[in-house]
């Protein structure tokens, strides 16, 4: 995206990136201009290092950061930031994700990290805290949330429906 990044999606590998497709599709249905990297606790320690420490001076108000196993990218992002970081745990093949999502959770008093659910769904929800972390300050934004928000009540209502549309066919059956 051509603007200024408001969020930085952060992943420790491109294998990462079919989870947090997700996450680019909500920011970018509600407008909001990121960026991708993918960056490593582990393996490029001084390029995390140099994005903590710069993001803020590019813009960046909130940081997206996803890992999987040993996932020490949201904490090592948090520690050497005071922007919000909100943590996806990727699933694994070792443990189903238990392992990226405790790596994730776990932190120290004074360095939080919103951590969301496991993949996908936890990719998608961390876009959406992100725009309501923006839309604190911004108007057409919180305005925008509150329509997604009815859209999904909406879906929930249609699903409900269907539901109970079959119902009634089952119980004409008997």
Same mark, same amino acid.
């Given at each position: ?24 599709? @909500?920011?970018?249905?509600? !407008? +909001? %201009?990121?960026?991708?990297?993918? =960056?490593?606790a582990h393996r490029s320690p001084? $390029? ?19 890992a999987g196993g040993a996932a020490h990218l949201a904490g ?28 994730? @959770?776990?932190?120290?008093? !004074? +360095? %939080?990290?919103?951590?969301?659910? =496991? ?6 929800? $961390? ?48």
């Open positions: 995206m051509g603007e200024t990044p408001k969020v930085a999606v952060v992943m420790g590998s491109e294998s990462d990136l079919p989870v947090m497709e997700g996450t680019a599709e @909500v920011l970018e249905r509600f !407008g +909001v %201009p990121f960026e991708m990297r993918v =960056l490593s001084d $390029a995390v290092a140099e994005f903590a420490r710069d993001a803020r001076a590019r813009g960046v108000q909130v940081v997206i950061a996803a090592v992002l948090a520690a050497r930031s005071t922007l919000p970081v909100i943590g996806v745990p990727i699933p694994t093949d070792q443990m189903g994700g238990m392992d990226s999502l405790l790596s994730t @959770v776990q932190m120290p008093a !004074g +360095v %939080p990290v919103a951590c969301m659910g =496991l993949g996908r769904s936890g990719a998608r929800n $961390a876009a959406v805290m992100a725009v309501e972390i923006l839309a604190l300050a911004d108007e057409d934004l919180g305005q925008a949330l509150r329509g997604y928000k009815g859209e999904l009540a909406e879906q929930v209502g249609d699903q409900d429906a269907r539901v109970r549309e079959w119902l009634k066919g089952r119980a004409r059956r008997r």
